[in-house]
């Protein structure tokens, strides 16, 4: 079955370092626009970046943009979020999801209703 997986979070103090993964499993990801999207308690849910199939196209909040950077190995099914000089207000649920039509969705606002989704990994920051 399609599956998405995410793994790397904890609780990290301010000015410190993560890197998310994103493994698939039952389908490939080279197809796929893969992305990050997050969502914190009592809040509505942020994209945060997206990778284009290719690698060659991304996105990024202009709340993480300088500071967090994604990645993509396709020979080995996973995606990556290199979140640096994390700040207390990156406190989320993270979660990898994947659409072909992703960048079009995130450019609408759509943050919702991607085609595949992981259950998410959770970031604290906090000295």
């Known amino acids: 079955q399609v599956q998405l997986v995410e793994s790397g979070g904890g609780l990290v103090q301010p000015g410190g370092s993560l890197r998310l993964s994103c493994a698939a499993s039952?389908?490939?990801?080279?197809?796929?626009?893969i992305g990050w999207f997050r969502q914190a308690p009592g809040a509505e849910r942020e994209g945060v970046s997206c990778?284009?199939?290719?690698?060659?196209?991304?996105y990024y909040a202009d709340s993480v943009k300088g500071r967090f950077t994604i990645s993509r190995d396709n020979a080995k099914n996973t995606v990556y979020l290199q979140m640096n000089s994390l700040k207390p207000e990156d406190t989320a649920v993270y979660y990898c999801?994947?659409?072909?039509?992703?960048?079009?969705?995130?450019?609408?606002?759509?943050?919702?209703?991607?085609?595949?989704w992981g259950k998410g990994t959770l970031v604290t920051v906090s000295s």
């Open positions: 999801a994947a659409d072909p039509a992703m960048f079009v969705k995130v450019s609408r606002g759509d943050y919702y209703d991607m085609d595949y």
């Open positions: 990778i284009s199939s290719s690698g060659g196209i991304t």
């Open positions: 039952g389908f490939t990801l080279d197809d796929y626009v």
